[in-house]
């Protein structure tokens, strides 16, 4: 079988799997085109996801455990764009907040350049304690007051500083401002990932490992706890959408019509409609981040890549910065992840923190980017949507395994009752087996680098 | 001539599937002797005393110890019949104290060490003060001292030395000559390789300048001293 | 100003719950130092071997308790910690066979070893799921307290009480017998030292006829014994959640790497840096500052440096600063 016809090859399967989802309600498929479609718009994002992870893992061997941090402040983002200001949030505590934050971030400056202006001894470290605890202090002093103006607004429904959708009471009809959010969320993902860049690149490689997954925690908590700008865990819902709603589409006489010539009842073409809809928007982002970062990585600066992750001794004896690059697509792969989690909170509609697990947002993008092929961005996309099926479908699965195992056996016998839980957590079990399996017998991944 | 007691016959090989960097070459250490390896840089000197440790593929000739075929057997095997190793760089455990060391190096015996140790601090009576140091505090001649020492713990049949003065200053190396001396007045046939030929020359019973894996010259280290094609390649006139 | 009630409510708050909480994190990260010394890699599977070894001990403690033994004022776990670590000791070895002896053989890159270790907490966790469920699980029993507050209150006759909990006193106790065992190990014996020796230095090790697989075995046996005291320490004294030990890998990293990884004495000294960091930037220290400033200037609010939910963001701060300006650990990292 030549390189290609396997591809393609793998790529029908692929597809195929998706397909019968769609159609045949045999063996553990549902038969939906609306849970298919739902599967694919979900495996869209992973496959994004995936992509950032490449680029840092396949090309530069860098090894993030953070995912979830960053995709999570893309969904920050999404919030924080799309949503209209809460009114009154500015003035009851907006700008305290807003000059508490500018003021933390002067105490930083401020210590940085002390430090660098002091010679090193007691005196420096003196500085730099006095500095920093007096900035802290007096940060926390401006900042809490502004929080507790915001979250004094409304809490039932607010308490929470909004965004910048200008559209007010009809902030809905703004969709396009989701749409916008996207990039912002890349935008935020990529200011976190340099300041753990700076801080971790450069030392041994496990450390990175660590510290973003450290990131993310507290990425995590902080979107968590600070209602002012997230609402925490009691959630932010109704974000807008750039899709209509399915509501307005079924009130809608050319659509109902339209629908019924295709023999579909208007409240299924609804929900198709508007997730065929969310799929052709992702699908033209997949494909042009698929395309950037194919173009990027056959330019020099993408040849010097792979020079630097194959060889970094000799590529830093070439006088190549290996950190500097390190740092770029770091923050480069990060970017693009939060775009996909500014894109997740959209078409979920609402913010929800705790949703974010690290086995779910970080792991799971491994194994996609693992079993894809590291190296290679088709590989990687299609291990997203290979993995994002398999994630979907295992559940399905390990009921129909409880049931082939427990036939007969007394509901209350001990590996029953066990059994009867094993769909949730056969998912873990498969995809950490996986993952073993495919970096144990071909660890370059169905789709290898060229 | 008798077979040596130890001897790496005509071996060609390299590193894994690297490329050969030995070419026939032959070095051999008898019993009670002083055999040193020289010659310029990149010549494989060290490459030649790995070889015949068994740290490299040696794809035909063969290394015989006491007439034995040792070839096929790993350098761990080696030890435990009879060969004692000191690498040129990170030859000591250096988070571990100095008897610790000499402990580590006595791993494979089962008998009573105390005796050999004794022995070890009788040859370097530095080691004997800082025994309860981390190894790695020690100075550069201190520490290949205690190399030697965790070397000689298994009671070697024959000891190798992988350029035993690399880095060190000349007072200490001249040091370090005396105690290989010592210690091959013990009986312990020595082999090693030298990047000071002069003063290695001059101690060495017999000697080997390789060039380019090969062996281009042999004799005692009397002898190369004093033959004109060495003193003008090698010791600089 | 109050002094005695002042030392008795820090102790109360702050230095009782941090050292059973550093003595839980210095298990811990001992048991990812010795695995980073011996075979190179930051495991993160340790979080869930440490949940793993504490179901199997839970799993013990019920069936003990069905059986009727107890151990009077000291939970029954303790009695059960000895299978709980045969259990966690074989699986460690079943996934050091099927699993990372391939990628040893193979001398693959340490950053490899990290991606294998993470299929691994994948497989972990959901064994532990599987054996024990999801659910929060309380599995200390025997006496709750060796002094509670109210019997130090009416004792002492002081307005702030100290409260130790028996779990706690276990804690520290456990932690000393482990860590004294664990140094004698190293120290003293042969195989300790052995072990080392290949930590230190690999190469001469194998020339100095030190077999590497036994000190591999050796290392996991110690490593799953490390965590499942860790483990179920932890659990006694709060509770047992698989999804809880995933997240003290991070602390438990912290501590290793602040105290410099690879390196025992770094580990525990780690641990207690990371707890009392976390304990008192987390604590609100109004009820301490009343009692010793004076009335004019008493604070008005908690005075709490940061909310409980940010504690991972101080174990994360420590780490961050310790890798800006000191990489290497407060103790010299890389061996054991």
Same mark, same amino acid.
């Given at each position: 079988?030549?390189?290609?016809?396997?591809?393609?090859?793998?790529? @029908?399967?692929?597809?195929?799997?998706?397909?019968?989802?769609?159609?045949?309600? *045999?063996?553990?498929?549902?038969?939906? &085109?609306?849970?298919?479609?739902?599967?694919?718009?979900?495996?869209?994002?992973?496959?994004?996801?995936?992509?950032?992870?490449?680029?840092?893992?396949?090309?530069?061997?860098?090894?993030?455990?953070?995912?979830?941090?960053?995709?999570?402040?893309?969904?920050?983002?999404?919030?924080?764009?799309?949503?209209?200001?809460?009114?009154?949030?500015?003035?009851?505590?907006?700008?305290?907040?807003?000059?508490?934050?500018?003021?933390?971030?002067?105490?930083?400056?401020?210590?940085?350049?002390?430090?660098?202006?002091?010679?090193?001894?007691?005196?420096?470290?003196?500085?730099?304690?006095?500095?920093?605890?007096?900035?802290?202090?007096?940060?926390?002093?401006?900042?809490?007051?502004?929080?507790?103006?915001?979250?004094?607004?409304?809490?039932?429904?607010?308490?929470?500083?909004?965004?910048?959708?200008?559209?007010?009471?009809?902030?809905?009809?703004?969709?396009?401002?989701?749409?916008?959010?996207?990039?912002?969320?890349?935008?935020?993902?990529?200011?976190?990932?340099?300041?753990?860049?700076?801080?971790?690149?450069?030392?041994?490689?496990?450390?990175?490992?660590?510290?973003?997954?450290?990131?993310?925690?507290?990425?995590?908590?902080?979107?968590?706890?600070?209602?002012?700008?997230?609402?925490?865990?009691?959630?932010?819902?109704?974000?807008?959408?750039?899709?209509?709603?399915?509501?307005?589409?079924?009130?809608?006489?050319? *659509?109902?019509?339209?629908?019924?010539?295709?023999?579909?009842?208007?409240?299924?073409?609804?929900?198709?409609?508007?997730?065929?809809?969310?799929?052709?928007?992702?699908?033209?982002?997949?494909?042009?981040?698929?395309?950037?970062?194919?173009?990027?990585?056959?330019?020099?600066?993408?040849?010097?890549?792979?020079?630097?992750?194959?060889?970094?001794?000799?590529?830093?004896?070439?006088?190549?910065?290996?950190?500097?690059?390190?740092?770029?697509?770091?923050?480069?792969?990060?970017?693009?992840?939060?775009?996909?989690?500014?894109?997740?909170?959209?078409?979920?509609?609402?913010?929800?923190?705790?949703?974010?697990?690290? @086995?779910?947002?970080?792991?799971?993008?491994?194994?996609?980017?693992?079993?894809?092929?590291?190296?290679?961005?088709?590989?990687?996309?299609?291990?997203?949507?290979?993995?994002?099926?398999?994630?979907?479908?295992?559940?399905?699965?390990?009921?129909?395994?409880?049931?082939?195992?427990?036939?007969?056996?007394?509901?209350?016998?001990?590996?029953?009752?066990?059994?009867?839980?094993?769909?949730?957590?056969?998912?873990?079990?498969?995809?950490?087996?996986?993952?073993?399996?495919?970096?144990?017998?071909?660890?370059?991944?169905?789709?290898?680098?060229? | 001539?008798?077979? &040596?007691?130890?001897?790496?016959?005509?071996?060609?090989?390299?590193?894994?599937?690297?490329?050969?960097?030995?070419?026939?070459?032959?070095?051999?250490?008898?019993?009670?002797?002083?055999?040193?390896?020289?010659?310029?840089?990149?010549?494989?000197?060290?490459?030649?005393?790995?070889?015949?440790?068994?740290?490299?593929?040696?794809?035909?000739?063969?290394?015989?110890?006491?007439?034995?075929?040792?070839?096929?057997?790993?350098?761990?095997?080696?030890?435990?019949?009879?060969?004692?190793?000191?690498?040129?760089?990170?030859?000591?455990?250096?988070?571990?104290?100095?008897?610790?060391?000499?402990?580590?190096?006595?791993?494979?015996?089962?008998?009573?060490?105390?005796?050999?140790?004794?022995?070890?601090?009788? @040859?370097?009576?530095?080691?004997?003060?800082?025994?309860?140091?981390?190894?790695?505090? @020690?100075?550069?001649?201190?520490?290949?001292?205690?190399?030697?020492?965790?070397?000689?713990?298994?009671?070697?049949?024959?000891?190798?030395?992988?350029?035993?003065?690399?880095?060190?200053?000349?007072?200490?190396?001249?040091?370090?000559?005396?105690?290989?001396?010592?210690?091959?007045?013990?009986?312990?046939?020595?082999?090693?390789?030298?990047?000071?030929?002069?003063?290695?020359?001059?101690?060495?019973?017999?000697?080997?300048?390789?060039?380019?894996?090969?062996?281009?010259?042999?004799?005692?280290?009397?002898?190369?001293?004093?033959?004109?094609?060495?003193?003008?390649?090698?010791?600089?006139? | 100003?109050?002094?005695?009630?002042?030392?008795?409510?820090?102790?109360?708050?702050?230095?009782?719950?941090?050292?059973?909480?550093?003595?839980?994190?210095?298990?811990?990260?001992?048991?990812?130092?010795?695995?980073?010394?011996?075979?190179?890699?930051?495991?993160?599977?340790?979080?869930?071997?440490?949940?793993?070894?504490?179901?199997?001990?839970?799993?013990?403690?019920?069936?003990?308790?069905?059986?009727?033994?107890?151990?009077?004022?000291?939970?029954?776990?303790?009695?059960?910690?000895?299978?709980?670590?045969?259990?966690?000791?074989?699986?460690?070895?079943?996934?050091?066979?099927?699993?990372?002896?391939?990628?040893?053989?193979?001398?693959?890159?340490?950053?490899?070893?990290?991606?294998?270790?993470?299929?691994?907490?994948?497989?972990?966790?959901?064994?532990?799921?599987?054996?024990?469920?999801?659910?929060?699980?309380?599995?200390?029993?025997?006496?709750?307290?060796?002094?509670?507050?109210?019997?130090?209150?009416?004792?002492?006759?002081?307005?702030?009480?100290?409260?130790?909990?028996?779990?706690?006193?276990?804690?520290?106790?456990?932690?000393?017998?482990?860590?004294?065992?664990?140094?004698? *190990?190293?120290?003293?014996?042969?195989?300790?030292?052995?072990?080392?020796?290949?930590?230190?230095?690999?190469?001469?090790?194998?020339?100095?006829?030190?077999?590497?697989?036994?000190?591999?075995?050796?290392?996991?046996?110690?490593?799953?014994?490390?965590?499942?005291?860790?483990?179920?320490?932890?659990?006694?004294?709060?509770?047992?959640?698989?999804?809880?030990?995933?997240?003290?890998?991070?602390?438990?990293?912290?501590?290793?790497?602040?105290?410099?990884?690879?390196?025992?004495?770094?580990?525990?000294?780690?641990?207690?840096?990371?707890?009392?960091?976390?304990?008192?930037?987390?604590?609100?220290?109004?009820?301490?500052?009343?009692?010793?400033?004076?009335?004019?200037?008493?604070?008005?609010?908690?005075?709490?440096?940061?909310?409980?939910?940010?504690?991972?963001?101080?174990?994360?701060?420590?780490?961050?600063?310790?890798?800006?300006?000191?990489?290497?650990?407060?103790?010299?990292?890389?061996?054991?």
């Amino acid at each position: 079988m030549s390189f290609s016809l396997r591809n393609t090859f793998l790529v @029908l399967f692929v597809a195929g799997l998706y397909v019968l989802e769609g159609t045949t309600d *045999f063996w553990i498929f549902s038969g939906s &085109p609306d849970s298919a479609l739902k599967m694919l718009n979900f495996a869209l994002i992973s496959a994004i996801m995936a992509l950032g992870v490449n680029l840092q893992w396949g090309f530069a061997g860098l090894f993030n455990v953070g995912i979830m941090g960053f995709v999570a402040l893309g969904g920050l983002a999404a919030v924080l764009i799309s949503m209209p200001p809460t009114e009154g949030a500015m003035a009851a505590g907006g700008w305290r907040v807003l000059l508490g934050l500018v003021m933390g971030a002067a105490t930083i400056v401020l210590t940085v350049l002390v430090r660098a202006k002091m010679p090193a001894g007691t005196a420096r470290v003196l500085a730099t304690i006095i500095l920093l605890v007096g900035g802290f202090f007096l940060f926390r002093w401006v900042f809490d007051g502004g929080v507790e103006g915001i979250e004094a607004i409304n809490p039932a429904l607010f308490g929470n500083i909004g965004g910048l959708n200008f559209g007010g009471e009809n902030y809905k009809d703004y969709g396009w401002m989701a749409i916008v959010a996207w990039p912002v969320g890349g935008l935020f993902a990529a200011a976190a990932a340099w300041v753990i860049g700076k801080t971790a690149l450069g030392l041994r490689s496990d450390y990175l490992a660590i510290a973003t997954l450290g990131i993310a925690e507290i990425i995590l908590a902080v979107i968590k706890n600070e209602d002012w700008l997230s609402r925490g865990v009691k959630n932010v819902t109704g974000l807008p959408r750039p899709v209509p709603y399915e509501i307005d589409l079924q009130n809608d006489p050319g *659509f109902t019509e339209k629908a019924a010539s295709w023999g579909l009842d208007p409240m299924t073409a609804s929900t198709l409609y508007v997730k065929i809809g969310y799929s052709l928007l992702f699908t033209v982002f997949l494909i042009a981040l698929l395309w950037l970062a194919q173009r990027a990585l056959s330019s020099p600066w993408g040849r010097m890549m792979r020079a630097i992750r194959d060889n970094e001794t000799a590529a830093e004896a070439m006088g190549k910065d290996v950190t500097a690059r390190h740092l770029q697509i770091f923050i480069l792969g990060s970017a693009i992840c939060g775009i996909a989690g500014a894109m997740m909170v959209t078409i979920d509609g609402q913010l929800t923190p705790t949703t974010y697990q690290p @086995l779910r947002f970080t792991f799971l993008i491994w194994v996609m980017v693992i079993v894809g092929g590291s190296g290679n961005n088709f590989g990687a996309v299609l291990g997203g949507f290979l993995v994002w099926w398999l994630w979907v479908m295992v559940e399905p699965l390990g009921l129909w395994i409880a049931d082939v195992t427990t036939a007969g056996l007394d509901p209350t016998n001990w590996f029953a009752i066990r059994m009867s839980e094993f769909g949730a957590h056969m998912r873990l079990l498969t995809m950490g087996i996986v993952m073993l399996l495919v970096l144990r017998f071909s660890p370059r991944g169905l789709m290898p680098e060229k | 001539m008798s077979e &040596p007691f130890l001897i790496g016959d005509t071996m060609t090989g390299g590193y894994g599937k690297g490329p050969d960097i030995l070419h026939g070459c032959t070095i051999a250490v008898e019993k009670g002797e002083i055999a040193v390896i020289v010659g310029p840089n990149g010549a494989g000197k060290s490459t030649a005393m790995k070889a015949v440790f068994g740290m490299l593929n040696v794809h035909s000739g063969s290394v015989r110890l006491d007439g034995e075929d040792i070839t096929a057997l790993s350098p761990q095997d080696r030890v435990i019949k009879g060969m004692g190793f000191v690498p040129q760089v990170r030859n000591i455990f250096g988070s571990m104290t100095v008897e610790e060391n000499l402990e580590m190096g006595a791993f494979i015996r089962n008998d009573d060490i105390k005796q050999t140790m004794e022995q070890v601090y009788e @040859l370097f009576p530095i080691l004997r003060d800082k025994r309860n140091q981390a190894a790695g505090e @020690l100075s550069g001649g201190q520490r290949q001292q205690v190399a030697v020492g965790r070397a000689l713990m298994t009671q070697p049949k024959v000891l190798m030395l992988d350029e035993p003065t690399a880095g060190v200053s000349p007072i200490v190396m001249d040091e370090l000559f005396d105690r290989i001396i010592e210690v091959a007045r013990t009986g312990i046939p020595i082999l090693m390789v030298e990047q000071n030929a002069r003063q290695a020359l001059e101690i060495a019973d017999k000697a080997y300048v390789l060039v380019q894996g090969t062996n281009a010259h042999t004799g005692t280290g009397k002898e190369l001293l004093a033959n004109p094609e060495v003193r003008a390649s090698f010791l600089g006139g | 100003m109050d002094y005695l009630n002042a030392l008795v409510a820090l102790a109360n708050f702050v230095i009782v719950p941090g050292l059973a909480y550093g003595a839980q994190l210095a298990i811990g990260a001992l048991g990812v130092t010795m695995i980073y010394g011996v075979l190179r890699f930051s495991n993160f599977a340790h979080g869930d071997t440490m949940a793993f070894g504490t179901a199997i001990t839970i799993l013990f403690t019920w069936l003990f308790q069905s059986w009727g033994i107890s151990l009077g004022p000291l939970p029954t776990a303790l009695l059960a910690l000895p299978f709980g670590i045969a259990g966690c000791a074989l699986l460690v070895l079943g996934t050091d066979r099927v699993v990372y002896k391939f990628y040893r053989a193979q001398k693959a890159k340490p950053v490899i070893l990290v991606i294998v270790s993470l299929g691994v907490m994948f497989v972990m966790n959901g064994i532990v799921r599987f054996v024990i469920g999801v659910r929060d699980i309380n599995f200390a029993d025997g006496e709750r307290f060796i002094i509670s507050a109210r019997d130090f209150k009416e004792m002492t006759g002081l307005d702030e009480g100290l409260a130790i909990k028996t779990t706690q006193m276990i804690t520290v106790v456990v932690a000393i017998i482990v860590m004294a065992l664990l140094f004698y *190990f190293l120290n003293k014996t042969r195989t300790g030292k052995s072990m080392r020796a290949f930590s230190d230095n690999e190469d001469l090790a194998l020339l100095s006829g030190i077999n590497p697989e036994r000190v591999v075995l050796v290392t996991w046996l110690i490593v799953a014994a490390l965590a499942t005291t860790a483990g179920v320490l932890y659990g006694l004294d709060k509770s047992f959640k698989a999804f809880t030990y995933f997240q003290l890998l991070l602390p438990i990293f912290a501590s290793a790497i602040v105290g410099g990884i690879g390196n025992p004495v770094g580990a525990i000294a780690g641990g207690f840096t990371i707890a009392f960091a976390e304990v008192t930037i987390t604590y609100a220290w109004k009820k301490v500052l009343t009692y010793v400033m004076p009335e004019s200037l008493e604070p008005d609010g908690l005075v709490q440096l940061l909310s409980t939910d940010y504690k991972f963001a101080v174990s994360f701060a420590i780490l961050i600063i310790v890798l800006l300006f000191k990489p290497t650990g407060l103790f010299k990292g890389q061996s054991i």
